[in-house]
Nanobody, 120 residues
Framework: QVQLVESGGGSVQAGGSLRLSCAAS????????MGWFRQAPGKEREEVAT????????YYADSVRGRFTISQDNAKNTVSLQMNSLKPEDTAMYYC?????????????WGQGTQVTVSS
């Protein structure tokens, strides 16, 4: 059974940094894609960043481009999100997601989430 476990959330003041990590277990092959989503209270879930393992490309939401960096380790089953210059509007529950099926990226595996709170 595939399991995604996030870590690294917490509280920080505006302008600060946090690093989120997500470790996948239960799957030994390289992922098709891995990414991060977030959801703030009363808002829809937003895709923050995705790394397309097979083709080596990366997507960032406009709201985080230039401040956040997504990366994978060599085994392709751990994904991290370095978040710099954090803003209060970055406050949300952050979720890791992954897909291991070759083809279009379709997330079917999700972590439990880790809370990020940015105070002004």
């Amino acid at each position: 059974q595939v399991q995604l476990v996030e870590s690294g959330g917490g509280s920080v003041q505006a302008g600060g940094s946090l690093r989120l990590s997500c470790a996948a277990s239960g799957y030994t092959s390289s992922s098709n894609c891995m990414g991060w989503f977030r959801q703030a209270p009363g808002k829809e879930r937003e895709e923050v960043a995705t790394i397309y393992t097979g083709i080596g490309s990366i997507y960032y939401a406009d709201s985080v481009r230039g401040r956040f960096t997504i990366s994978q380790d060599n085994a392709k089953n751990t994904v991290s999100l370095q978040m710099n210059s954090l803003k209060p509007e970055d406050t949300a529950m952050y979720y890791c997601a992954a897909d291991w099926v070759t083809g279009p990226c379709e997330y079917t595996n999700w972590g439990q989430g880790t809370q990020v709170t940015v105070s002004s």
